[in-house]
Nanobody, 115 residues
Framework: QVQLVESGGGLVQPGGSLRLSCAASGIIFSSHAMGWYRQVPGKQRELVADITSGIITNYADSVKGRFTISRDNAKNTVYLQMNSLKPEETAVYYC?????????WGQGNQVTVSS
């Protein structure tokens, strides 16, 4: 059974930082591309960042220079370090794992950026 368990969300002030974690089980983690997406009510889920099994990273233009995605294959965990957060980045953040046609999602983790 595949499980992706996100943690690290919460409330942060504008300009602050958070680090999200996603612990995976039930998959060969090192073989999967991993990604972080976010969604606000009424809008489509959007890609924030992803990282391939070969450690190639990709970022949405809006987060380049502020967010960093990384992975620790020994811990089956992917991280998203988010700096200089903005109120408009308030959303539910989802972890995603992909290998071939298989795609798995975490349950989502709320991030609220507000003073």
């Amino acid at each position: 059974q595949v499980q992706l368990v996100e943690s690290g969300g919460g409330l942060v002030q504008p300009g602050g930082s958070l680090r999200l974690s996603c612990a995976a089980s039930g998959i060969i983690f090192s073989s999967h591309a991993m990604g972080w997406y976010r969604q606000v009510p009424g809008k489509q889920r959007e890609l924030v960042a992803d990282i391939t099994s070969g450690i190639i990273t990709n970022y949405a233009d809006s987060v380049k220079g502020r967010f960093t995605i990384s992975r620790d294959n020994a811990k089956n965990t992917v991280y998203l370090q988010m700096n200089s957060l903005k109120p408009e980045e308030t959303a539910v953040y989802y972890c995603n794992a992909v290998w071939g046609w298989a795609s798995y999602w975490g349950q989502g983790n709320q991030v609220t950026v507000s003073s």
